[in-house]
């Protein structure tokens, strides 16, 4: 076990059963001219984000962590955004616009158009998968819990976008599973006002998990 420093208190993490969960690196969500950008949304914080995050994987795939990729995925004919009857329909982002602005239809979060990709910063390698999800947590309509547990991870490393939405979902429902979810801070941004993150934070030091920064993370994959 690797003593990892994290908030409200130090744990023990088994790295060997340990995975780096990216959230919604996608260009919708951290690039110009992507679905947040394009809400008028401030994504001035996703570049620092992507950096952070690079170091992080590049550390991870050196200590032999299984690295696996989230992706807000629609079909191109929306067959897995739900009907009118759903809230999905109603309240997401991405299906809102598409249906206010005819000119983006079939243009966000669809499956392979470049708004859905990873950025290009942090390309998943051949060996790594991309778990498409049709709902803010990486857990419903996916097959990451069997993913996860037919190769015994407890452990989950979190990272991504937004901090406050589709992370927090994913955290969430982790432990929810009986994984241990950790945040990392600074790897992470929110969409909102700045409570947004702080609200998340608080509820994973106090009762969801534990949160911790890439400093402590990468010393953390030192010792392993």
Excluded at 68 to 75: D, H, P, R, V
Excluded at 77 to 99: F, H, I, T, V, W
Excluded at 140 to 146: A, C, H, K, P, S
Aim: proline residues 4%; contains cysteine; hydrophobic residues 40%.
């Amino acid at each position: 076990m690797t003593r990892l420093n994290a908030k409200p208190e130090a744990i023990d993490i088994d790295l060997k059963r340990s995975a780096v969960i990216v959230v919604d690196m996608q260009n919708a969500f951290a690039k110009k001219g992507g679905m947040l950008d394009l809400f008028g949304a401030d994504i001035s914080g996703a570049d620092a984000v992507i950096q952070t995050n690079q170091l992080l994987l590049q550390a991870a795939r050196k200590a032999g962590l299984e690295i696996i990729y989230l992706a807000m995925t629609y079909n191109p004919d929306l067959s897995n955004a739900g009907s009118p009857a759903s809230p999905n329909y109603q309240k997401e982002l991405g299906l809102r616009l598409m249906r206010e602005k005819p000119e983006l239809d079939g243009k966000l979060l669809i499956d392979g158009t470049w708004d859905w990709q990873i950025v290009d910063e942090l390309r998943p390698q051949d060996d790594e998968v991309i778990i498409r999800k049709p709902r803010y947590s990486g857990f419903v309509g996916t097959d990451l819990d069997n993913y996860l547990r037919n190769r015994d991870i407890r452990y989950l490393f979190l990272t991504g976008i937004t901090t406050n939405v589709c992370v927090e979902s994913t955290g969430r429902d982790a432990f929810f599973a009986e994984y241990w979810p950790v945040l990392i801070e600074d790897a992470m941004n929110h969409t909102g006002p700045d409570f947004c993150s702080q609200a998340t934070l608080w509820n994973f030091e106090n009762i969801f998990g534990w949160v911790t920064d890439s400093k402590s993370v990468l010393q953390a994959l030192e010792q392993k």
